[in-house]
């Protein structure tokens, strides 16, 4: 896989981009304003990196990342993900994406909308529940003592191994909450969203997690 795709630029984007070509891959970085507001992230990321359209990283992209605002889902172009794996980043914050019922009413997820959106590709959930800047910090090698984890979750078996493969190079533990349905188990205000924790202590924040009806 040499080549990563990113719908969205900002914090998580960003960082993720630099996390990727550290570790030798391709990236295409999108936004909503253009590609000429890249201009700055490429020079930094170097010859490795492109500036494009959401739909030209989409179609360039072996592995797609889409770290949006919600509000914008719909904006993800469907067609040239078909077949391909989606990271998805996303939280839900009403208080800029507006009420969302289902979100509300916590009978989906915010994983499952952008596969419900994207109803042939391979969505993963990942990189949601830390904090942007710890990205680019907190990664160790490989059998490091107390190495920090990260939580994933998707139905498709081989996508969350090739997202885990990645995740792991780039420098954390992995933990598999399940299929996408249990990855509001890792949203907002839930035990595991946001601070530093090995495996085990991130098995025992998933655990925990309760739904924002039982809080």
């Known amino acids: ?53 959401a739909e030209e990283a989409a ?28 990271i998805d980043t996303d939280n839900y914050y009403p208080q800029r994406d507006g009420h969302i019922p289902e979100l509300d009413s916590e009978t989906t997820t915010t994983a499952e909308l952008l596969a419900a959106h994207l109803p042939k590709s391979r969505v993963v959930k990942a990189f949601n529940h830390i904090y942007a800047a710890a990205l680019t910090t907190d990664g160790q090698p490989p059998g490091t003592k107390n190495r920090r984890a990260l939580a994933i979750a998707g139905d498709d078996r081989d996508a969350k191994a090739a997202v885990a493969r990645l995740i792991d190079r780039f420098g954390f533990d992995v933990v598999d909450a399940g299929p996408l349905k249990e990855g509001w188990r ?15 202590e991130l098995r ?12």
Do not use: C, F, H
């Open 1 to 53: 896989m040499a080549t990563i795709g990113l719908i969205g630029a900002g914090k998580i984007g960003s960082q993720l981009a630099r996390l990727a070509v550290k570790n030798g891959y391709d990236v295409v970085v999108s936004n909503s304003r253009g590609p000429d507001t890249l201009a700055g992230l490429v020079s930094e990321l170097g010859p490795r990196a492109r500036a494009a359209t």
């Open 59 to 86: 179609k360039a992209g072996d592995m797609v990342v889409v770290t949006i605002p919600l509000k914008n889902l719909r904006q993800v172009p469907v067609e040239p993900l078909a077949g391909k794996i989606v």
């Open 186 to 200: 890792i949203q907002r205000d839930t035990p595991g969203y946001g601070p530093r924790r090995t495996a085990d």
């Open 204 to 215: 025992r924040d998933l655990a925990a997690a309760k739904r924002y009806a039982q809080m």
